[in-house]
């Protein structure tokens, strides 16, 4: 497929135009210009949940159930998800859970604004939306390659996804302050609902070429399931990353769960500081997408992941004794970079050294890493707060983040000898773009 870049003669795209490269495939922009829309309003659906949780009860354990109900069936069903996911129709499969994701919202909106939410509709909700989730993330994120068609840009690809996941984290909790203190959480989460319009007629604006599974039809369920877990847990590299992005997950993601005691006890502020501290933490995390997008390379990118899980790391135990708000948004972004860098550098690296036939189960058990974990962290969090206070609680998180990085990187020169001749036989070593290619053979460098 020509691009727009190959037929203006620049096939060495510079600037902006080295960042947004995908962004020339036409499937692509749809999925762009839909989801940053939707995305906006999960990321107010997000604010405004805990916000009301926490509003409604004053439990800082209740917040870790909604958040643990909402994660568990990440945990439980994506394995699975993965391997239907690289049976079936993945456009299909990824409009069907978009649509259910609306009447998931327009219920939550419903049951808000009729004064008729109680903890037990949330937490209900909450499991609906998780199961939801399982089958869409992993079936997504393995869905990105058919919509760019070209292997070499999946790394760009994946970074652009992370740039509107948390440019939309950027702007949603901003707005969701805003709504809520001036209207209240309903608003919030019909907004989202309307929301999901958008990403839905994107979805069937695509023209998706017909494509056979690639995965027997005659193997079932659990006989994939057997063997996408057989080849992730006997490929080091694999295992390895998913294993510290679980770390990491389990017990340093769910800070977020706390953000609500942070906003409200300890910089004594209200929803509006809520939905600053979620949008620092956005900033922070879309600088990282965007650095990551502006590489034109694969090379030196695994050697980032260790980098930042510490950054993360450093970024919460900063937070976590911080009583300024203006150092407490700085310190939150600077932990939204880290996690951003590890968590866009696993996927990138996971996507483009997995065989095809196993991309989908590989992203599940990727999403099972990274949301499946969050569930018990969430619960534990919880709990940990309830017993010594949320800013231990985070400092607690950030030192074990660091640990794991310090780990992986002791592992990390057998685990690029390993990665190196996927990427040669792949022929995209040691680039990632066909553009730069030449250039990088001029080089001889094979570092990864």
Known sequence: ?????ESNGENDPKGFKLIFRTLRYRNYRLFFGGQLISLIGTWMQTVALTWLVYRITNSVFLLGIVGFAGQL???VFSPFAGVIADKLNKHRIVVI???LSMVQATILAILTLTRGIAVWHIIVLSVFLGLINAFDMPTRQSFLLEMIENKEDLGNAIAINSSMFNGARLIGPSIAGIIIAAIGEGLCFLLNAVSYIAVILALLAMKIPARSAIQPAEQGVMEGFAEGFRYISGFSPIRNILLLLALVSLL??????LMPVFARDVLHGGP???GFLMGATGVGALSGALMLAS???VKGLAKWIPIAAAIFGVGLIGFSFSRSLLLSLILLLIAGFGMMVQMASSNTILQTVVEDDKRGRVMSFYTVSFI?????????AGSVATAIGAP?????SGVVCILGGALFANQLPALQEKIRPIYVKLGISPVVSSGIQAASRLTGNPEE
């Open 1 to 5: 497929m020509a691009s727009e870049l």
């Open 372 to 380: 499946g974990m969050a569930p018990f962290g969430s619960l534990l």
């Open 252 to 257: 340093g993601m769910p800070y977020a769960v």
């Open 392 to 396: 231990y609680t985070v400092l607690g």
């Open 97 to 99: 859970t978009q649509i």
């Open 73 to 75: 069936p990440a945990l």
């Open 272 to 274: 509006n500081t809520l």
């Open 295 to 297: 590489r034109r390379s």
